[in-house]
């Protein structure tokens, strides 16, 4: 294991990390409080203090322990999820999903604003190979957390908006599926199903779209 390597890798993806991860919570939170439910705004949770929203486990114990352990091949984590009162949402089987959506949502604009920086920086010849690096790497997070929070499975994301566009009856039994649904998406995880069948075409074809949103500032730059 190169330890300076992991020391540069660490520089160059830790703003990235943390804005995808806060942006998106936060977003979570705003959402909810648009829709009627100010759980987390009453808990603090609407904020772009990374402290907030950092898991100590999820967020910094478990992907280092899976660096090392994987040489960098595997990883995986999460962050203290923002609580939500669907109850208290004015349509909560609506409500939900869009609750749900802000969050990947976030990360999409933030994909999007890191592809621009990226332009930006190159076409102001920049030399300095962290700064490039870190905005490729702030598109890679931001793509990732999208893709893997829209797999449609609760308690992520992708699982609450089907729970929410599903009929009633199969909503419910859906939903059931939380309680185990966290150790279901690890094992399709470690499997490969998730990157293989979901998370890299998603990523792909977001990628795609997000470079054939940005022709024209491509085409205006270069």
Do not use: C
């Not at 409080?33 to 486990?57: K, Q």
């Not at 909560?92 to 802000?102: C, E, G, H, N, S």
């Amino acid at each position: 294991m190169d330890f300076a390597n992991l020391i540069q890798t660490v520089a160059i993806y830790a703003l990235p990390v943390l804005f995808a991860i806060t942006v998106h919570e936060a977003a979570h939170g705003y959402a909810a409080r648009y829709f009627g439910d100010p759980t987390a705004h009453m808990l603090g949770r609407i904020s772009l203090n990374p402290m907030r929203h950092i898991d100590p486990v999820g967020t910094i114990l478990m992907p280092l322990l899976l660096y090392f352990a994987t040489s960098g091949a595997f990883l995986f984590g999460y962050a203290k999820p923002v609580p939500v009162n669907f109850g208290r949402l004015r349509n909560p089987k609506r409500d939900m999903v869009w609750v749900a959506l802000a969050g990947p949502g976030a990360n999409l604009a933030m994909a999007i604003g890191w592809t621009v920086l990226a332009y930006v920086l190159v076409a102001l010849g920049t030399e300095e190979r962290f700064f490039l690096e870190m905005a490729q790497a702030g598109m890679l997070v931001n793509l990732v957390m999208f893709a893997f929070n829209l797999f449609p499975l609760p308690p992520l994301d992708g699982g609450r908006i089907l729970v929410g566009l599903l009929p009633m009856r199969q909503a419910v039994a859906v939903s059931r599926v939380e309680p185990y649904g966290f150790f279901i998406v690890l094992a399709l995880v470690v499997s490969g199903v998730v990157g293989g069948l979901w998370l890299r075409p998603l990523m792909g074809l977001t990628s795609k779209a997000i470079e054939l949103l940005l022709t024209p500032l491509r085409m205006l730059l270069f």
